[in-house]
Protein backbone atom coordinates (compact mmCIF):
# COMPACT_ATOMS: atom_id res chain seq x y z
CA UNK A 1 0.00 0.00 0.00
CA UNK A 2 1.02 3.59 -0.92
CA UNK A 3 1.30 5.94 1.73
CA UNK A 4 3.76 7.65 4.79
CA UNK A 5 4.68 6.35 7.73
CA UNK A 6 6.08 7.99 10.60
CA UNK A 7 7.32 6.50 13.42
CA UNK A 8 7.62 5.77 16.47
CA UNK A 9 3.81 6.75 17.31
CA UNK A 10 5.07 7.73 20.79
CA UNK A 11 8.37 9.33 22.51
CA UNK A 12 9.67 10.47 25.66
CA UNK A 13 12.44 12.83 26.02
CA UNK A 14 13.79 13.86 29.03
CA UNK A 15 15.42 17.54 28.80
CA UNK A 16 18.46 18.14 27.08
CA UNK A 17 18.27 14.90 24.90
CA UNK A 18 17.85 15.32 21.00
CA UNK A 19 15.57 12.87 19.57
CA UNK A 20 14.73 12.10 15.70
CA UNK A 21 11.49 11.56 14.05
CA UNK A 22 11.04 9.03 11.19
CA UNK A 23 8.47 9.91 8.13
CA UNK A 24 8.83 7.70 5.00
CA UNK A 25 7.17 7.68 1.46
CA UNK A 26 6.24 5.29 -1.18
CA UNK A 27 3.85 7.98 -2.83
CA UNK A 28 7.30 8.95 -5.06
CA UNK A 29 6.08 12.34 -4.15
CA UNK A 30 8.73 15.51 -4.62
CA UNK A 31 7.44 17.82 -1.64
CA UNK A 32 7.51 16.51 2.61
CA UNK A 33 6.43 18.87 4.53
CA UNK A 34 6.59 18.34 9.14
CA UNK A 35 3.95 20.02 10.83
CA UNK A 36 3.68 20.70 15.04
CA UNK A 37 0.18 20.55 16.35
CA UNK A 38 -0.48 21.92 20.11
CA UNK A 39 -4.09 20.93 21.61
CA UNK A 40 -6.89 23.49 20.41
CA UNK A 41 -4.60 25.20 17.43
CA UNK A 42 -4.32 24.36 13.91
CA UNK A 43 -1.06 22.80 12.23
CA UNK A 44 1.51 24.81 12.32
CA UNK A 45 4.24 24.32 9.58
CA UNK A 46 8.05 23.91 10.89
CA UNK A 47 10.13 22.72 7.88
CA UNK A 48 9.32 21.40 4.60
CA UNK A 49 11.00 19.99 1.58
CA UNK A 50 10.33 20.49 -2.32
CA UNK A 51 13.12 18.31 -3.62
CA UNK A 52 15.70 16.54 -2.47
CA UNK A 53 18.91 17.74 -0.76
CA UNK A 54 17.08 21.17 -0.18
CA UNK A 55 14.54 22.08 2.15
CA UNK A 56 13.26 25.54 3.88
CA UNK A 57 12.05 26.80 7.20
CA UNK A 58 8.85 26.85 7.83
CA UNK A 59 6.89 29.73 10.37
CA UNK A 60 8.68 27.94 13.55
CA UNK A 61 11.30 26.16 12.77
CA UNK A 62 13.49 26.97 15.71
CA UNK A 63 15.01 24.00 18.02
CA UNK A 64 14.15 22.03 14.89
CA UNK A 65 16.44 20.25 12.10
CA UNK A 66 15.74 18.06 9.09
CA UNK A 67 17.40 16.59 6.21
CA UNK A 68 16.29 15.13 2.88
CA UNK A 69 19.09 12.86 1.65
CA UNK A 70 16.28 10.64 -0.37
CA UNK A 71 13.19 11.49 -2.05
CA UNK A 72 11.25 9.20 0.39
CA UNK A 73 12.68 10.26 3.61
CA UNK A 74 12.45 13.12 5.71
CA UNK A 75 13.40 12.94 9.39
CA UNK A 76 13.14 15.61 12.39
CA UNK A 77 15.78 16.11 14.86
CA UNK A 78 13.54 17.78 18.09
CA UNK A 79 17.00 19.35 19.26
CA UNK A 80 17.47 20.36 22.78
CA UNK A 81 16.87 23.92 21.79
CA UNK A 82 13.38 23.77 21.38
CA UNK A 83 11.72 24.64 24.62
CA UNK A 84 8.54 23.38 24.60
CA UNK A 85 8.61 20.45 22.30
CA UNK A 86 5.57 18.39 24.28
CA UNK A 87 3.41 18.20 21.02
CA UNK A 88 1.49 15.64 18.29
CA UNK A 89 3.82 16.08 14.90
CA UNK A 90 2.72 15.01 11.85
CA UNK A 91 4.64 14.50 8.41
CA UNK A 92 2.92 14.86 5.09
CA UNK A 93 3.55 14.90 1.04
CA UNK A 94 2.39 16.09 -1.95
CA UNK A 95 2.85 15.58 -5.95
CA UNK A 96 5.00 17.64 -7.49
CA UNK A 97 6.98 21.03 -5.52
CA UNK A 98 3.83 23.23 -5.84
CA UNK A 99 1.28 23.78 -3.78
CA UNK A 100 -1.91 22.66 -6.24
CA UNK A 101 -2.64 19.35 -4.78
CA UNK A 102 -3.38 17.74 -1.68
CA UNK A 103 -1.97 16.75 1.30
CA UNK A 104 -1.35 13.32 2.33
CA UNK A 105 -0.69 12.74 5.93
CA UNK A 106 0.72 10.25 8.51
CA UNK A 107 -0.44 9.05 11.28
CA UNK A 108 1.38 11.35 13.69
CA UNK A 109 4.15 11.02 16.48
CA UNK A 110 3.42 12.31 19.96
CA UNK A 111 6.09 13.47 21.74
CA UNK A 112 6.18 13.89 25.31
CA UNK A 113 8.87 15.16 27.19
CA UNK A 114 9.36 13.99 30.90
CA UNK B 1 0.29 34.25 11.64
CA UNK B 2 -1.29 33.38 8.03
CA UNK B 3 -3.73 30.46 10.15
CA UNK B 4 -6.84 30.82 9.13
CA UNK B 5 -10.07 30.64 11.35
CA UNK B 6 -12.72 28.33 11.70
CA UNK B 7 -15.89 28.74 12.85
CA UNK B 8 -17.73 27.71 15.31
CA UNK B 9 -14.73 25.86 17.23
CA UNK B 10 -16.99 23.26 18.83
CA UNK B 11 -20.02 22.01 17.28
CA UNK B 12 -22.86 19.64 18.44
CA UNK B 13 -25.43 18.17 16.16
CA UNK B 14 -27.85 14.95 16.39
CA UNK B 15 -27.61 12.39 13.69
CA UNK B 16 -29.37 13.52 10.45
CA UNK B 17 -29.02 17.37 11.03
CA UNK B 18 -26.45 19.37 8.90
CA UNK B 19 -23.41 20.75 10.02
CA UNK B 20 -21.52 23.83 8.51
CA UNK B 21 -18.40 24.95 9.09
CA UNK B 22 -16.77 28.19 8.21
CA UNK B 23 -12.94 29.30 7.66
CA UNK B 24 -11.79 32.99 7.03
CA UNK B 25 -8.65 33.31 5.66
CA UNK B 26 -6.19 36.15 5.19
CA UNK B 27 -3.63 35.44 2.06
CA UNK B 28 -4.40 35.21 -1.47
CA UNK B 29 -4.66 31.56 -2.44
CA UNK B 30 -4.52 28.87 -5.37
CA UNK B 31 -6.81 26.47 -4.05
CA UNK B 32 -8.85 25.81 -0.42
CA UNK B 33 -8.60 22.27 1.11
CA UNK B 34 -10.80 20.73 3.93
CA UNK B 35 -9.18 17.92 5.69
CA UNK B 36 -10.68 15.39 8.24
CA UNK B 37 -8.74 14.23 11.91
CA UNK B 38 -9.65 11.59 13.75
CA UNK B 39 -8.61 11.84 17.07
CA UNK B 40 -5.35 11.20 18.03
CA UNK B 41 -4.89 10.23 14.03
CA UNK B 42 -3.47 12.10 11.24
CA UNK B 43 -5.38 14.41 8.78
CA UNK B 44 -7.55 12.78 5.86
CA UNK B 45 -8.17 15.23 2.70
CA UNK B 46 -11.95 15.66 1.96
CA UNK B 47 -11.89 18.08 -0.61
CA UNK B 48 -10.53 21.40 -3.18
CA UNK B 49 -11.99 23.82 -4.29
CA UNK B 50 -9.92 26.22 -6.78
CA UNK B 51 -10.01 29.99 -6.01
CA UNK B 52 -12.01 30.31 -9.68
CA UNK B 53 -14.82 28.31 -8.49
CA UNK B 54 -17.65 29.24 -5.69
CA UNK B 55 -19.14 25.60 -4.93
CA UNK B 56 -18.08 21.92 -4.81
CA UNK B 57 -19.36 18.97 -3.84
CA UNK B 58 -19.03 15.54 -2.75
CA UNK B 59 -21.25 13.17 -1.63
CA UNK B 60 -22.65 14.71 1.65
CA UNK B 61 -20.36 17.59 1.23
CA UNK B 62 -20.92 21.01 0.09
CA UNK B 63 -17.96 23.55 -0.06
CA UNK B 64 -18.08 27.48 -1.22
CA UNK B 65 -16.00 29.52 -1.75
CA UNK B 66 -15.88 33.73 -1.48
CA UNK B 67 -12.66 34.98 -2.64
CA UNK B 68 -13.77 38.35 -2.29
CA UNK B 69 -14.93 37.97 1.83
CA UNK B 70 -12.09 36.00 2.23
CA UNK B 71 -13.95 32.75 3.36
CA UNK B 72 -15.54 29.33 3.16
CA UNK B 73 -18.06 26.68 4.27
CA UNK B 74 -18.00 23.16 4.75
CA UNK B 75 -21.44 21.53 4.57
CA UNK B 76 -22.22 18.01 5.82
CA UNK B 77 -25.45 16.82 4.97
CA UNK B 78 -27.34 14.33 6.63
CA UNK B 79 -24.33 13.56 9.20
CA UNK B 80 -23.68 10.20 10.77
CA UNK B 81 -21.76 9.35 14.03
CA UNK B 82 -19.04 8.33 11.64
CA UNK B 83 -18.61 12.35 11.23
CA UNK B 84 -17.31 13.06 14.88
CA UNK B 85 -13.97 14.82 14.07
CA UNK B 86 -11.88 17.51 13.62
CA UNK B 87 -11.90 19.38 10.44
CA UNK B 88 -9.66 22.18 9.23
CA UNK B 89 -9.80 24.16 6.10
CA UNK B 90 -5.73 24.64 4.45
CA UNK B 91 -5.17 27.49 2.50
CA UNK B 92 -2.84 26.92 -0.54
CA UNK B 93 -0.75 29.63 -1.58
CA UNK B 94 3.09 30.05 -1.72
CA UNK B 95 2.34 27.29 0.98
CA UNK B 96 -0.12 25.65 2.96
CA UNK B 97 -1.46 27.14 5.96
CA UNK B 98 -3.75 25.33 7.96
CA UNK B 99 -6.90 26.57 10.24
CA UNK B 100 -7.43 26.09 13.92
CA UNK B 101 -10.41 23.71 13.37
CA UNK B 102 -14.17 22.87 14.11
CA UNK B 103 -14.65 19.82 16.59
CA UNK B 104 -17.98 17.81 15.47
CA UNK B 105 -19.55 15.26 16.93
CA UNK B 106 -22.48 13.53 16.35
CA UNK B 107 -24.90 12.26 18.65
CA UNK B 108 -26.36 9.14 17.88
Known amino acids: DGGITQSPKYLFRKEGQNVTLSCEQNLNHDAMYWYRQDPGQGLRLIYY???????QKGDIAEGYSVSREKKESFPLTVTSAQKNPTAFYLC?????????????FGEGSRLTVL | SQQGEEDPQALSIQEGENATMNCSYKTSINNLQWYRQNSGRGLVHLILIRSNEREKHSGRLRVTLDTSKKSSSLLITASRAADTASYFC????????FGTGTSLTVIP
Open chain 2, 90 to 97: ATAGNQFY
Open chain 1, 92 to 104: ASSIGNRVTGELF
Open chain 1, 49 to 55: SQIVNDF
